[in-house]
């Protein structure tokens, strides 16, 4: 009987290639924080001496960091390769919003690759990969998940009227409402997943909001900050950096309450970024000033330029011996994650997947001196369609090509002030051939849309909203957010949806989300600091824009109905075939004048 013992513990085990060593021993957990919209220079051990990071900076003390860490200059990008191993352009992610931000059914992401591992996968916070099957967390291999919908809280697919504070989150895509702040309650979720699982290897993905805006953020962390003069730090600043406090206080407690569960050992905890800082770095109308810390590095949030994407990377794992402080100063990105996380677990990646552009960074953990004249691209396209050059960055060790142009060396030259193009053609040519490779690689499905399905059993009625529209004019505008919405917005613009099966369907056209239970034509209250102590800005009263028509057009039906003006909806009953197609729907003013709903629920009867 103990030989059979011995030879299950061989199975449940794996041989694990270290920085130093060779050892046998359990799986790793594996624990990822990424927050939103936080950049390089908002932390301390950056040097930046006004924001408070205390836990991150000592997790820094005992962390591997990739000091030249890249991701895509905006959220969704970002978190479609990080979660894939591939270009964001591939797989159909270049937009955070206009139905470019739902990733393709096709690729297998990062929990998928877990779970196939037999490990137990939970998902906290922001996904905005998709907010419809199969896109959602729920559907790409996440076995539990407490996510907001959208981009961000208070977008125009997540739950009506949330506000950071004692919010209604989608658990395992079904809506529950929750206490506290926003970090707060994804952080206590998270723990408790992990408690739930401490005694068999998990993947837990904490990917905060914060401290993306609207910058809500509770009085106590925003009272750390308030007195500091405006020509150092703007209102908005306070704000943020009283957001990034209140994560890094979250992150502080994971830590302790890995301690406790003695499970600290032998989890990987990693802690990033998603782009550049939104408000850490920023011009001020006010003050005339550009406020703010930024490593030196010239961009922010959106731009090619360094400040735009290179971001924070720490990694520690004691039972891999990764646990002292060391810069790895390799060019390195979001696509490696994946594969090095592979490598470290001894687990495969994803089976019927599609190939990784991302590679193993393993090998430099164990040989820091490793040289690597690799290439990798990061842009930011944020169009309907995919544009060849725009907001790029060709990057190999300390070169810089921006938008096929300009050329920096970064070594000598951090803020990107004195273009080399001229003086190094040569160098030029290298990195504009790779580039033409790259873009003939990453916009093969460019011309493809992303559609989504209709009348399948795993979500029935399906709910569209005008986040997921495809523009239809050359200046784009999409109402994603909840202001929008209240504001009265005009959204334009078609949905990419594919009829799952031939039938019977009911569309209903609806101003506000069903949840709110408003009507079409009425207003809504403002929501105030005094309603929710926090709050940035007032949220606004819903205005009654007057509707009479609602119309719709699909598959060659084109139908419209006056309605009453006391209704939440107007109900459309049609027989579709099935395949895809573009499907858009309107309601129309006393004047005539033409809004895109921004809620569209379509259910197969």
Known sequence: MKYAKFFVLLVLTIVSCTAKEVKIETKPN???VITDDQGYGDLGIHGNEIIKTPNIDAFHSESYHLTDFHVGPTCAPTRSGLMTGRYANSVGVWHTVGG?????????????MFTQAGYKTGGYGKWHLGDNYPFRPENRGFQETVMHGGGGVYQTPDYWGNTYFNDTYFKNGKPQKYEGYCTDVFFDEATEFIKKNKDEPFFCYISTNAPHGPYNVPLEYYNMYKDIDENTLSDTQKRFYGMITNVDDNFGKLRETLEELKIADNTILIFMTDNGSAAGYKYDKKTKKTLGFNAGMKGAKGSAYEGGHRVPFFIHWKNGNITTSKDFSQLTANLDIMPTLAELCGIELPKNG????GKSLVPIFKNPELEDNRMLVTDSQRLQELKKWRNSSVMQNKWRLINGKELYNIESDKGQKNNLADENPVKVKEMRDFYEKWWKQVSVQGGEE??????????????LTSHDLHSMKEKEFYAWNQVYTRNGAIAEGYWSIDVAEAGD????LRRYPIESGLKINTTT??????????LEKTIPEG???????AAIKIQGIEDQKEFANDSESVNFNVKLEKGKTQFEASFFNKKGVEYAAYYVYVNKK
């Open 100 to 112: 470019w931000s739902l990733l393709r059914q096709q690729e297998k992401t990062m929990a998928d």
């Open 525 to 534: 209250p403002k929501i105030t600091s005094e309603d929710v102590p926090g």
């Open 354 to 357: 599609m190939p990784i552009d």
């Open 450 to 463: 992303v559609y989504i399905p209709i009348g399948t059993k795993f979500e029935n009625p399906t709910t």
């Open 30 to 32: 594996v624990v990822l």
């Open 505 to 508: 369907y009911e569309i209903s």
């Open 543 to 549: 205005q009654n824009l007057g509707f009479v028509k």
